[in-house]
């Protein structure tokens, strides 16, 4: 709060410089009224007119008694809040995110604050039906809003002020959030019930001695229900419950024995949400003993914390470093620190949770973007009131408001989906979480069986300490990896659609014996491509660059940039003929093929089709656990740290689509994910088996991947990449020029990469097109500017591109254009 001094008139007027949720390069200064001079806090959230007529929710940056020079300051409407819900800390997390990735701080804070808590004129409100309220407790106000909703199913804030005819109504709808009584349209509807088992507890009437006497009396004339009490007494430890299947399969007592049981009160039952994805494998990893090879490992991190901030945790698939993140969570807590393990995949966060609430009880908050607006508000509150221990969450995790952060941990740390790609900030959560912990004085373990070259370089460099674990946990052992040359099997004939034979016996052998597989194929979709044999066209997307993909479930051809779909053709639109082939083939393919060549076989798919659903994906994961699925086709989903214990055989069905990508990283990313994939199998007491096929067995990557050789691919890499002027030697910033029309673009991106070059000289690469050279209507151009680590300044770099940036703004002959800024495109 602020300490008021009593000016000449006995009022000091206030203004206050807030950031607005908008992309505009400046903050923006309010006057404050006199009667909310107390009310204001540097992270409180005000509300402002900006503009003719739009209202939107602020934060306080900055407070002065300055007024701006150049245009005179409106006042504030309202301060939305008692205590501030962005820290300091906070706010310099994303000053940071805004210069460093050169981006306005309005679009960091859009990025960061839930949509519940930056509410505008726009915003539609729904009323919450299931929710139970009282409207005797509502004011006059709060029961025209929940009326209106009854006859109207959602309104837009600014109707919602029409109809009380006041300026702003923020203050009124925060209440009846704040009640339960409403939520926000952006909502993801849940229509997935949480999974409950039920749970088996003895009446606490016979927990007492001669009431258990008595009992055993009563029921010496029903054995079955004496022999399901004998076996819940073996079963539970000081009255504790017992899992209700597992007394039934104990006991043998059969389930009408155990409803009398019930009938009578002797038992009590229990109904529990659990997570979906709890296998009786992992309670049995859960013993939390270290192997020797864990314990000289966290040793080893120990070591290297007291020294440096950032340790890199380098250990095979199935090492068990998961065993290693918890006993540092543990010591983090005990010191009374606040703990943040981030995972790259949505999904993971709820394979991980049940596990970690073993240890650490309910102080563990979930945070990610498939969580509701309300949800995500409730869990920003609490991480705000210190009533989180740990939290566990996707990428965005970074954002919220920590107090008391003592560890980071990234899990996964090479994994592609901590980068931001559309729209801005284009942060990497892991670079960003490492600046967080620098804030908060904390320490970051970076945790991968396949490192990013960066981390790996920085560990090179001494810049981060490193820990390893090369052997896998307990009992499982490496998988065995074999080769298949599909043009071998092509020309012998061998070849079933896109299974190899050695494929298709490994996965009839696996389900002969009850064993679960995986196939991987990095591109979803039927067929990418259907083209005219005749004349060779193409069908297109209407507003993009590319070739339209053929989803046999839609039945329709769909862009996988903008969206668009069209009815797939069966005559050819340009010449008339039927004869319209498929090439290529995705995950829907796959799934169908096989479903025709092993018919009995369980088949589901795992890709952004049907992952789209809030909980879609763990319901998949849940099935696949509990082996109502025999076989998963997946995309790369598949591959980030999913541990399943029945699978034995992994499928990869084309190595050859991400070796030939062109991009400086393809070798590095298909190490990366061959690995990972290939480490999802045989991580119990049985030995997997990994088929890769590919039309080049020799390929060096493919045998540094057999070889589990990640230091040669290293060494090989980094070697290219210092000829050609790559990272992690040298920086990258990424310029795409967009315009709707193609010949202003290239006079426009030839100007520009003129303007750098004067300046830059040939650090500057481009203009070019890229591989999909439009996308919604925008044709692209792209720049490239590569900066030695060594010997230049980056932030001066990056101030003169801003410069250039904004004078090519303010000049006329670009009018339509705008430019995307990619620093460290990953």
Same mark, same amino acid.
């Not at 009323?127 to 199913?153: M, R, T, V």
């Not at 060494?715 to 920086?731: H, I, Q, W």
């Given at each position: 709060m602020l300490e008021f001094n009593e000016g000449a008139g006995?009022?000091?007027?206030?203004?206050? %410089?807030?950031?607005?949720?908008?992309?505009?390069?400046?903050?923006?200064?309010?006057?404050?009224?006199?009667?909310?001079?107390?009310?204001?806090?540097?992270?409180?959230?005000? /509300?402002?007119?900006?503009g003719k007529s739009r209202i939107y929710t602020a934060i306080?940056?900055?407070?002065?008694?300055?007024?701006?020079?150049?245009?005179?300051?409106?006042?504030?409407?309202?301060?939305?809040?008692? %205590?501030?819900?962005?820290? @300091?800390r906070q706010l310099q997390v994303w000053q940071w995110i805004a210069e460093y990735y050169m981006c306005y701080i309005g679009e960091v804070m859009q990025a960061a604050l839930p949509a519940a808590l930056k509410?505008?004129?726009?915003?539609?409100?729904?009323?919450?039906? %299931?929710?139970?309220?009282?409207?005797?407790?509502?004011?006059?106000?709060e029961f025209l809003i929940i009326e209106a909703l009854e006859l109207q199913p959602e309104l837009k804030i600014s109707d919602i002020a029409n109809l009380l005819g006041q300026k702003t109504v923020f203050p009124l709808l925060k209440g009846l959030f704040e009640k339960g009584v409403i939520h926000i349209s952006e909502e993801i509807s849940d229509r997935y019930k949480p999974r409950k088992k039920a749970y088996i507890l003895l009446n606490p009437l016979y927990l007492e001695a001669e009431n258990r006497k008595a009992l055993f009396q009563v029921l010496e004339r029903a054995p079955k229900q004496l022999d399901a009490l004998l076996a819940y007494i073996k079963l539970s430890k000081d009255g504790r419950e017992v899992l209700k299947s597992v007394l039934l399969e104990e006991s043998g007592c059969g389930a009408s024995a155990l409803k009398t049981l019930l009938d009578k009160e002797i038992f009590v039952q229990e109904d529990k949400v659990v997570s979906r994805l709890t296998t009786g494998e992992q309670e049995a990893d859960n013993t939390y003993e270290l192997s020797d090879p864990?314990?000289?490992?966290?040793?080893?991190?120990?070591?290297?914390?007291?020294s440096r901030d950032v340790v890199l945790l380098h250990g095979i698939t199935s090492s068990g470093k998961t065993q290693l993140y918890i006993k540092l969570i543990e010591e983090a807590v005990l010191k009374g620190r606040q703990v943040l393990y981030l995972l790259p995949e949505i999904a993971l966060t709820a394979q991980m949770i049940e596990r970690l609430?073993?240890?650490?009880?309910?102080? /563990?908050?979930?945070?990610?973007?498939?969580?509701?607006d309300n949800e995500r508000a409730e869990v920003w509150n609490k991480v705000l009131k210190n009533e989180y221990d740990i939290v566990l969450g996707a990428r965005s995790s970074v954002f919220l408001p920590f107090s008391n952060l003592g560890l980071i941990i990234v899990d996964e740390e090479h994994e592609a989906s901590y980068k931001q790609f559309d729209p801005a900030p284009r942060y990497h959560a892991r670079d960003t979480a490492i600046y967080l912990a620098r804030v908060h004085k904390a320490k970051v373990l970076l945790g991968s069986a396949t490192p990013s070259l960066e981390?790996?370089?920085?560990?090179?460099?001494?810049?981060?300490?490193? @820990?390893?674990?090369?052997?896998?946990?307990g009992a499982s052992k490496l998988p065995q990896i074999e080769v298949v040359s599909i043009t071998d099997e092509t020309n012998k004939k061998t070849i079933q659609s896109n299974f190899t034979s050695v494929l298709l016996a490994e996965i009839k052998l696996a389900l002969e014996n009850?064993?679960?597989?995986?196939?991987?194929?990095?591109?979803?979709?039927?067929?990418?491509?259907?083209?005219?044999?005749?004349?060779?066209?193409?069908?297109?997307?209407i507003n993009c660059d590319v070739s339209l993909t053929y989803h046999k479930s839609s039945g329709k051809l769909h862009c996988h940039y903008c969206g668009y779909k069209q009815e797939t053709i069966a005559r050819c639109p340009a010449c008339g003929s039927t004869h319209i082939e498929q090439k290529g083939f995705g995950t829907e393919k796959i799934e169908e093929d096989l479903q025709f060549i092993i018919p009995e076989a369980r088949i589901a798919r795992m890709d952004l089709d049907t992952t789209r659903s809030k909980n879609s994906f763990q319901k998949l994961i849940a099935d696949f656990e509990d082996a109502k699925i025999d076989v998963l086709v997946g995309t790369q989903m598949v @591959?980030?740290?999913?541990?399943?214990?029945?699978?034995?055989?992994?499928?990869?069905?084309?190595?050859?689509?991400?070796?030939?990508?062109?991009?400086?990283?393809?070798?590095?990313?298909?190490?990366?994910?061959?690995?990972?994939?290939?480490?999802? @199998?045989?991580r119990r007491d049985k030995i997997g088996k990994v088929i890769i096929q590919t039309y080049n067995p020799s390929h060096r990557v493919i045998e540094q991947v057999i070889k589990n050789d990640f230091e040669g691919l290293f060494n090989r890499e980094v070697a290219e990449r210092k000829t050609f002027l790559y990272p992690p030697l040298y920086r990258l910033i990424r310029l795409d020029i967009k315009h709707k029309d193609p010949m202003l673009l290239s006079d426009i991106a030839y100007r520009l990469s003129i303007d750098l070059k004067s300046t830059l000289g040939k650090r500057v690469l481009g203009p070019e097109e890229p591989m999909v050279s439009r996308i919604r209507n925008y044709y692209i151009k792209t720049i490239y500017i590569k900066v030695e680590r060594n010997g230049i300044s980056i932030a001066k770099v990056k101030n003169f591109l801003a410069d250039v940036l904004s004078a090519m703004e303010t000049n006329k002959l670009n009018k339509g254009a705008f430019v995307q800024v990619d620093v460290d495109p990953y």
């Amino acid at each position: 709060m602020l300490e008021f001094n009593e000016g000449a008139g006995g009022r000091q007027t206030f203004f206050v %410089e807030v950031i607005l949720p908008l992309s505009i390069p400046k903050t923006y200064t309010y006057r404050v009224p006199h009667t909310l001079n107390e009310s204001l806090a540097i992270g409180k959230r005000v /509300i402002v007119q900006f503009g003719k007529s739009r209202i939107y929710t602020a934060i306080i940056l900055k407070i002065t008694e300055e007024p701006p020079l150049l245009y005179e300051a409106k006042y504030i409407i309202e301060v939305l809040d008692d %205590e501030a819900i962005v820290n @300091a800390r906070q706010l310099q997390v994303w000053q940071w995110i805004a210069e460093y990735y050169m981006c306005y701080i309005g679009e960091v804070m859009q990025a960061a604050l839930p949509a519940a808590l930056k509410l505008a004129s726009e915003t539609r409100i729904i009323l919450l039906q %299931e929710a139970g309220y009282d409207k005797s407790l509502l004011n006059d106000k709060e029961f025209l809003i929940i009326e209106a909703l009854e006859l109207q199913p959602e309104l837009k804030i600014s109707d919602i002020a029409n109809l009380l005819g006041q300026k702003t109504v923020f203050p009124l709808l925060k209440g009846l959030f704040e009640k339960g009584v409403i939520h926000i349209s952006e909502e993801i509807s849940d229509r997935y019930k949480p999974r409950k088992k039920a749970y088996i507890l003895l009446n606490p009437l016979y927990l007492e001695a001669e009431n258990r006497k008595a009992l055993f009396q009563v029921l010496e004339r029903a054995p079955k229900q004496l022999d399901a009490l004998l076996a819940y007494i073996k079963l539970s430890k000081d009255g504790r419950e017992v899992l209700k299947s597992v007394l039934l399969e104990e006991s043998g007592c059969g389930a009408s024995a155990l409803k009398t049981l019930l009938d009578k009160e002797i038992f009590v039952q229990e109904d529990k949400v659990v997570s979906r994805l709890t296998t009786g494998e992992q309670e049995a990893d859960n013993t939390y003993e270290l192997s020797d090879p864990q314990k000289k490992a966290f040793t080893e991190i120990e070591k290297q914390f007291a020294s440096r901030d950032v340790v890199l945790l380098h250990g095979i698939t199935s090492s068990g470093k998961t065993q290693l993140y918890i006993k540092l969570i543990e010591e983090a807590v005990l010191k009374g620190r606040q703990v943040l393990y981030l995972l790259p995949e949505i999904a993971l966060t709820a394979q991980m949770i049940e596990r970690l609430r073993r240890y650490f009880g309910s102080k /563990i908050g979930i945070y990610h973007s498939r969580f509701s607006d309300n949800e995500r508000a409730e869990v920003w509150n609490k991480v705000l009131k210190n009533e989180y221990d740990i939290v566990l969450g996707a990428r965005s995790s970074v954002f919220l408001p920590f107090s008391n952060l003592g560890l980071i941990i990234v899990d996964e740390e090479h994994e592609a989906s901590y980068k931001q790609f559309d729209p801005a900030p284009r942060y990497h959560a892991r670079d960003t979480a490492i600046y967080l912990a620098r804030v908060h004085k904390a320490k970051v373990l970076l945790g991968s069986a396949t490192p990013s070259l960066e981390s790996y370089y920085n560990v090179q460099t001494d810049k981060y300490g490193l @820990a390893e674990l090369v052997e896998r946990f307990g009992a499982s052992k490496l998988p065995q990896i074999e080769v298949v040359s599909i043009t071998d099997e092509t020309n012998k004939k061998t070849i079933q659609s896109n299974f190899t034979s050695v494929l298709l016996a490994e996965i009839k052998l696996a389900l002969e014996n009850k064993e679960q597989v995986i196939l991987f194929q990095n591109r979803r979709g039927y067929t990418p491509i259907l083209l005219c044999r005749t004349c060779g066209y193409l069908p297109k997307c209407i507003n993009c660059d590319v070739s339209l993909t053929y989803h046999k479930s839609s039945g329709k051809l769909h862009c996988h940039y903008c969206g668009y779909k069209q009815e797939t053709i069966a005559r050819c639109p340009a010449c008339g003929s039927t004869h319209i082939e498929q090439k290529g083939f995705g995950t829907e393919k796959i799934e169908e093929d096989l479903q025709f060549i092993i018919p009995e076989a369980r088949i589901a798919r795992m890709d952004l089709d049907t992952t789209r659903s809030k909980n879609s994906f763990q319901k998949l994961i849940a099935d696949f656990e509990d082996a109502k699925i025999d076989v998963l086709v997946g995309t790369q989903m598949v @591959a980030k740290g999913l541990d399943f214990g029945n699978v034995t055989v992994i499928g990869i069905i084309s190595a050859d689509s991400m070796l030939n990508y062109p991009d400086f990283r393809a070798y590095e990313r298909s190490f990366q994910m061959l690995s990972q994939v290939a480490g999802r @199998a045989g991580r119990r007491d049985k030995i997997g088996k990994v088929i890769i096929q590919t039309y080049n067995p020799s390929h060096r990557v493919i045998e540094q991947v057999i070889k589990n050789d990640f230091e040669g691919l290293f060494n090989r890499e980094v070697a290219e990449r210092k000829t050609f002027l790559y990272p992690p030697l040298y920086r990258l910033i990424r310029l795409d020029i967009k315009h709707k029309d193609p010949m202003l673009l290239s006079d426009i991106a030839y100007r520009l990469s003129i303007d750098l070059k004067s300046t830059l000289g040939k650090r500057v690469l481009g203009p070019e097109e890229p591989m999909v050279s439009r996308i919604r209507n925008y044709y692209i151009k792209t720049i490239y500017i590569k900066v030695e680590r060594n010997g230049i300044s980056i932030a001066k770099v990056k101030n003169f591109l801003a410069d250039v940036l904004s004078a090519m703004e303010t000049n006329k002959l670009n009018k339509g254009a705008f430019v995307q800024v990619d620093v460290d495109p990953y």
